[in-house]
């Protein structure tokens, strides 16, 4: 059996300005924009926000506890936004109309930073969200509209389930969407520490990786219908699982390197030739920079990694591992992702094995133990 270990390391809502600020209130004048919002408009966004994640995002909703309270509405919120990305391929019935949606999202970010959001609720959310950040920061925090802006490109090329030309392209799309939206929660904390966006960068590339592994059955083999139960997106939230035509979403130079022919996965599944190989060493690429991120730690805590910088605006001149323990909560995917990589393992890198897309009953007992000891291994 292939294994992974020994592998060379790789690299409660709170009211925000349109819930309870004076400055919201009513008057007889004509707007052109509603820039208050009522608090019942905020907490239904709210509720559909964790609704979504409940159905659609199990780890994300699970983890949810771990992000501090001021900073929990945007988590939810963005985490959100993720699912209703990833869910456009599955609720889409042709490419240009994908690109439709897209283009609604882009245009919905600017309106959104702009303190005038569409009457969507992730929208809403996330706006009460980015507004309660600036009130509680008197404006020093943002958030990133070209952070917002590439999650949302990142996502273009899960319409067509266009290949990876190579595992350092996976690694980019990783990058794009999963760091991403590491790197925007911990904006929302606020933090800007490089030693935690090292941190975030690593994790979210190992996240966006299994994300497409777990995706990977459903995408070679979508469901019949544009909206189907057990969807693509509930699955991995990286790729399309309504796609027509099946699509095998490996980096092409790995399944040259193994042997692994699209045709073969198409008609055999599972039992295609190469196909365990390919996936392991995937697999072990994502294990790779959980590997990293453990290190780091292990460095940090023993001094050793003196070119770590923290450059916190809010809490100068900390050392770079209380940085990285007050973030702790945002590097708790590496738990999810963990776990699910031992049990792709147990099972010899068969992917399309129905243990791996079910929800691991561990999630909630191992986060605990890992955000107690401010430690992944």
Same mark, same amino acid.
């Given at each position: ?19 309870? /600020? ?10 052109? /924009? ?58 889409? %019935? ?77 690694? %980019? ?5 999963? /760091? ?24 979210? @590339? ?21 909206? /189907? ?6 699955? !991995?939230?990286?790729? !399309? ?19 692994? @022919? ?25 294990? =790779? ?15 050793? =990694? ?15 591992? $209380? ?18 990589? $031992?049990?792709?393992?147990?099972? $010899?890198? =068969? ?7 079910? %929800? ?18």
């Amino acid at each position: 059996m292939a294994t992974l270990k020994g592998s060379s390391p790789a690299r409660a809502l709170r009211p925000g300005f349109w819930g309870s /600020s004076p400055r919201c209130r009513q008057t007889r004048a004509f707007s052109r /924009s509603q820039q208050c919002r009522a608090p019942e408009e905020v907490q239904g966004a709210h509720k559909y926000c964790v609704d979504l994640l409940s159905k659609y995002d199990r780890p994300s909703y699970t983890l949810s506890s771990f992000i501090p309270p001021h900073a929990r509405s945007f988590y939810l919120a963005l985490r959100a936004l993720n699912v209703s990305l990833a869910l456009i391929p599955e609720t889409t %019935s042709s490419h240009t109309i994908g690109l439709m949606r897209l283009q609604f999202w882009r245009d919905a970010v600017a309106k959104i930073l702009a303190g005038s959001p569409p009457k969507e609720p992730v929208a809403i959310l996330l706006a009460s969200a980015i507004s309660d950040l600036h009130e509680r920061t008197e404006g020093h925090a943002r958030i990133s509209r070209s952070w917002l802006t590439r999650l949302i490109s990142a996502r273009e090329q899960t319409l067509t389930n266009d290949p990876y030309s190579s595992i350092a392209d996976l690694e %980019s799309y990783a990058e794009n969407t999963y /760091s991403t939206l590491m790197y925007l929660t911990l904006a929302a904390l606020p933090m800007t520490s490089v030693t935690a966006d090292h941190v975030a960068s690593h994790i979210g @590339k190992a996240v966006g990786i299994a994300a497409v592994l777990r995706g990977l059955p459903l995408v070679a083999f979508p469901p019949p219908t544009p909206q /189907s139960p057990h969807g693509g997106a509930a699955a !991995s939230l990286g790729l !399309s699982g309504g796609a027509r035509q099946g699509a095998v979403m490996l980096p092409l130079d790995v399944m040259a390197q193994a042997g692994v @022919k699209e045709e073969d996965v198409l008609r055999y599944g599972a039992d295609a030739e190469g196909l365990r190989d390919a996936v392991f060493t995937v697999a072990t690429r994502a294990s =790779d920079h959980l590997i990293t991120v453990e290190q780091m730690l292990t460095n940090l805590r023993a001094g050793k =990694d003196k070119k770590a910088m923290s450059t916190t605006r809010m809490f100068p001149g900390n050392p770079p591992l $209380d940085e990285v323990n007050r973030a702790f909560g945002v590097f708790m995917p590496a738990i999810s992702t963990r776990l699910w990589l $031992d049990r792709l393992q147990q099972y $010899d890198f =068969d992917v399309f094995r129905p243990e791996l897309l079910r %929800s691991d009953w561990r999630l909630p007992w191992k986060s605990y133990l890992a955000f107690r000891r401010k430690s992944f291994s």
